[in-house]
């Protein structure tokens, strides 16, 4: 259980740190060799044209040595563990580790002209994006995209996909899942027909006693439902800002079900369906299900619940998509020794680097196949999560994103209280949405 805690833990600190800010420190040199950091580089920019991205290779040359920097945003071992395994299959390399947290960017914009930024270095999901249109990162060499592309999940490796080349390495994905108390539920529901059978008879709502719980006017969770019928905000891509979907007809048939299947058997506010009201009574031990993310599982583990994962419940046959987090590794575009750079990213897209994800970082690894991770089909807590993991979308990583979410809660909250029938909602939170942009200086008409 201490075990199972700290994985926890640090899975919470993983999730959050994709959402949240980070630090930087100092270097540390985690290698044998002898540490170098060359301070008389003439800082003229990045773009290493002497790199091959068209190379008939099939993995790195063993044939490498020289000095390389690492930033990665790791307080912990996992970074220790990842540098010895690397060195012990290209011992002369000399590595330089620096805890770099989620400014990397925006200090490998400073640094990296200066001559003193990494070959290597760890990016949130949300940050890649515009380091690549800014020219900081190098596109992998055709060998290397081959086995990103064989070896991981597809989202987490289109979030490092630009233009076709692929420009990281995803090593963790995270997202919420359908969280259930073995104690109440011996075999998880893979249908929300199921589920709502369920509820109609184990449902009390003068003892406040669901069999679900779910924070009912928050978009990001109904995912879960609405993706069912079709919807994703911004288009088929998530890019499209002038496409918020509120009011597409997969909105409204999405909305439909919300209203007319689940608010009839889960009769309790979106103002009750806070954390007080969705993952305190789960984390106490009152509640079948729960729709929610790695967050919850630390207090659920300290309050000692028997609990599992498992894949959110299909409707009408089709599997729900949500959103998902994850961290990269990506090539410096002033990488001084590419080579062992793209090395070192082809090293961390392996089952080895996969079972460190797991075992000391305590996060869902972005590999395909988690079959040689030792005990995690074992653990019940992520297998569930790994089941979820392909049917995600990646993150909202565009700067208008920003506007989404104030609207987004609007619709499901009017939806679901009934303060507005579901074509006035969806119209109230497009012109709340316009109104956002507006205020910023943008259109949706432009």
């Not at 064989?150 to 990281?168: H, I, K, W």
Request: aromatic share 10%.
């Amino acid at each position: 259980m201490k075990k199972l805690l700290a994985l926890t833990l640090a899975l919470v600190l993983t999730f959050t740190a994709a959402c949240s800010g980070g630090s930087s420190g100092g270097g540390t040199d985690t290698s044998g060799g002898t540490t170098a950091t060359d301070s008389t580089a003439d800082g003229s920019g990045g773009g290493n044209t002497g790199t091959d991205n068209s190379s008939d290779n099939d993995t790195a040359s063993s044939d490498i040595s020289g000095d390389m920097i690492v930033w990665m945003d790791d307080q912990g071992s996992f970074a220790a563990a990842v540098i010895a395994g690397f060195n012990a299959i290209y011992p002369d390399v000399n590595i330089q580790f620096e805890i770099v947290g989620l400014d990397a960017r925006d200090k490998l914009s400073l640094d990296g002209p200066a001559g003193i930024g990494p070959d290597v270095l760890m990016l949130q999901d949300g940050a890649i994006t515009n380091s690549i249109m800014d020219g900081q990162l190098e596109p992998f060499p055709d060998w290397l995209q081959v086995k990103v592309e064989d070896a991981l999940l597809e989202t987490p490796v289109s979030v490092g996909t630009y233009n076709g080349r692929v420009y990281g390495v995803p090593i963790t994905i995270e997202h919420i899942s359908l969280y259930y108390n073995k104690d109440l539920i011996d075999t998880p529901a893979t249908t929300m027909e199921e589920i709502i059978a369920f509820a109609a008879s184990y449902n009390d709502p003068a003892a406040d006693k669901y069999a679900m719980r779910w924070p009912t006017g928050d978009g990001f969770h109904a995912l879960a439902f609405t993706s069912t019928f079709g919807y994703r905000p911004f288009g088929a891509d998530g890019n499209d800002w002038k496409n918020p979907g509120f009011d597409s007809p997969e909105m409204t048939a999405g909305l439909s079900f919300i209203v007319n299947n689940l608010r009839a058997v889960f009769d309790y506010t979106a103002q009750d369906a806070g954390w007080e009201g969705v993952v305190t009574p789960f984390q106490r031990g009152e509640a079948p299900y729960c729709i929610t993310g790695p967050w919850a599982a630390s207090g659920a583990i300290e309050a000692g619940l028997n609990f599992g994962t498992a894949k959110l419940p299909t409707i009408g046959g089709k599997q729900p998509h949500v959103f998902s987090a994850s961290r990269l590794i990506s090539v410096s575009s002033y990488a001084k020794n590419p080579d062992a750079a793209f090395a070192f990213a082809e090293y961390m897209a392996s089952e080895e680097v996969a079972g460190y994800v797991y075992s000391v970082l305590g996060a869902l690894p972005a590999l395909k196949d988690l079959s040689s991770i030792a005990g995690f089909a074992e653990n019940e807590m992520m297998i569930g999560m790994a089941e979820q993991a392909p049917f995600t979308f990646p993150a909202l990583n565009i700067p208008e994103a920003m506007y989404i979410w104030e609207p987004w809660t609007e619709l499901h909250t009017f939806a679901w209280e009934g303060l507005l029938s579901i074509e006035d909602a969806q119209q109230k939170a497009m012109e709340t949405y316009e109104l956002l942009l507006n205020a910023a200086g943008l259109s949706m008409y432009d």
